[in-house]
């Protein structure tokens, strides 16, 4: 195995993309690339030296609290062209100038409430053991916990719960997009955009 460096930047691009605990680098490159897995015979493997992404996700909660302030000059959606497909509104270049994996969470969670605004209340459904991750007010995602560092949803009256990381924001975007109704394939779409 060698070794190679790679900057911030680009580590948590690679991080963000995790499919599923304990995912590391090389698998998660070679799904992105569009390569073949490698075999488990496979000896002399040229991989991006890292512990697991799982626990190198933990460090992302503090990166996202830094990039969460400039979350607030999101760029305004447009108008959807069609009820009921989010994939009208989002593009990657849009994405893509989101700040952060906060920004492009709200972005998307924006673009669902605009495409689906009568539906949207169902939200309110996605929990996770603990722990609200919807709600209709600041307040009531307070009430649930000290760590949630809630955030208004983009042009709704629903707040998200920010402070977990990518891998559950991913899962909480699958679920949400389940709940109002898509495709398995396109929750899965719809969550890789994060």
Same mark, same amino acid.
């Given at each position: ?28 490159? @070679?799904? =992105?690339?569009? $390569? !073949? ?6 000896? &002399? ?5 890292? /512990? ?51 920004? @492009?969470? =709200?972005?998307? $969670? !924006? ?6 605004? &009568? ?5 309110? /459904? ?53 709940? =109002? ?10 969550? &890789?955009?994060?």
């Amino acid at each position: 195995m060698k070794k190679i460096e790679i900057d911030d930047e680009l580590y948590h691009y690679i991080a963000s993309n995790t499919q599923s605990i304990g995912e590391n680098a090389t698998q998660i490159l @070679r799904r =992105l690339l569009n $390569l !073949s897995p490698i075999t488990s015979s496979a000896q &002399d493997v040229t991989s991006v030296q890292v /512990e697991t992404i799982q626990d190198d996700l933990k460090t992302d909660v503090a990166s996202e609290k830094t990039n969460t302030k400039n979350s607030k000059k999101a760029k305004k959606l447009p108008s959807a062209k069609s009820k009921g497909d989010v994939f009208n509104l989002l593009n990657k270049e849009e994405l893509a100038i989101q700040k952060g994996v906060v920004g @492009r969470f =709200l972005f998307i $969670l !924006s673009a669902l409430h605009r495409t689906h605004k &009568d539906a949207f209340d169902k939200v309110l /459904e996605v929990k996770g053991k603990h722990r609200i991750y919807f709600a209709t007010s600041k307040e009531a995602l307070l009430d649930c916990g000290s760590s949630m560092n809630p955030k208004n949803i983009p042009e709704s009256d629903y707040w998200v719960m920010t402070n977990s990381n990518t891998t559950r924001k991913k899962l909480m975007l699958h679920e949400v997009a389940t709940i =109002l109704d898509y495709s398995e394939s396109q929750a899965e779409k719809l969550r &890789d955009y994060l």
